[in-house]
């Protein structure tokens, strides 16, 4: 059973392009987050989502950033015109219900924004 | 907003020796999480404690959570190098979905 995927592993864009971060959530799992982890710090919730439907996006900035999980496909975040500040590990977690069970995380896509 | 609180952020301890790590949670959560991650890598679920009292074993970890004191530790027993890593424990906010993770514990085994 093949774990949470990512990609790209890695991402270099340059301030003001376009950044898009895919997830494919284990087999059988239906719920997706993504989570940030600047360095030296503690993972930070941004989103929640479920086939087609944003549960909560409270985490997540509300300029610049977008995340979708269509009902075929991985869930894409989305992040417009980066900036400096957006360079960081973007990890994506799946789980098969919420809250009920633990969620795996995938191996993470770290932007780099020169 | 839960809050959680790791310490020590860094510990170098020799191979053989035991420790604990600590973790510190500001409001009632249902359940707690330890994770442990190696640099670049991702997160691996090592515990997950659901009641007071819990205490959980795997190898040379031991983890246990005490919800009155609001508290759960990670107790180490005879490090060996292998175990060189970053530790986050984490607890589910109010939403019942989102983790909010302490900063992390940085381990490194030194023989």
């Known amino acids: 059973n093949a774990g949470v995927m990512q990609n790209p592993r890695h991402l270099v864009r340059r301030r003001g392009q376009e950044a898009r971060l895919r997830c494919s959530p284990m087999?059988?799992?239906?719920?997706v987050y993504w989570y940030r982890q600047l360095p030296e710090e503690g993972l930070k919730f941004m989103v929640y989502?479920?086939?087609?439907?944003?549960?909560?996006e409270s985490g997540m900035p509300k300029e610049r950033f977008s995340a979708e999980f269509p009902k075929e496909g991985p869930s894409i975040l989305r992040i417009q015109q980066v900036v400096r500040g957006d360079s960081a590990a973007y990890f994506c977690?799946?789980?098969?219900?919420?809250?009920?069970?633990?969620?795996?995380f995938g191996p993470g896509t770290r932007l780099l924004v020169l | 907003e839960l809050k959680v609180e790791q310490n020590p952020l860094f510990l170098s301890m020799q191979e053989g020796k035991n420790y604990t790590i600590y973790c510190n949670y500001s409001?009632?959560?249902?359940?707690l999480y330890w994770y442990r991650q190696d640099p670049g890598k991702s997160l691996e679920s090592l515990f997950v404690?659901?009641?007071?009292?819990a205490v959980k074993q795997e190898g040379r970890l031991m983890a246990s959570l005490d919800t009155k004191a609001r508290l759960s530790t990670l107790h180490i027993t005879a490090a060996v190098h292998d175990l060189s890593a970053t530790y986050f424990c984490?607890?589910?906010?109010?939403?019942?979905?989102?983790?909010?993770f302490g900063k992390g514990t940085s381990l490194l085994v030194t023989p």
């Open positions: 087999k059988g799992h239906s719920h």
């Open positions: 984490a607890g589910l906010g109010d939403s019942g979905y989102a983790l909010n």
């Open positions: 977690a799946s789980s098969s219900r919420d809250s009920e069970e633990t969620q795996y």
């Open positions: 989502l479920q086939k087609e439907n944003i549960i909560d």
């Open positions: 404690l659901l009641s007071n009292g």
């Open positions: 409001t009632t959560s249902d359940r």
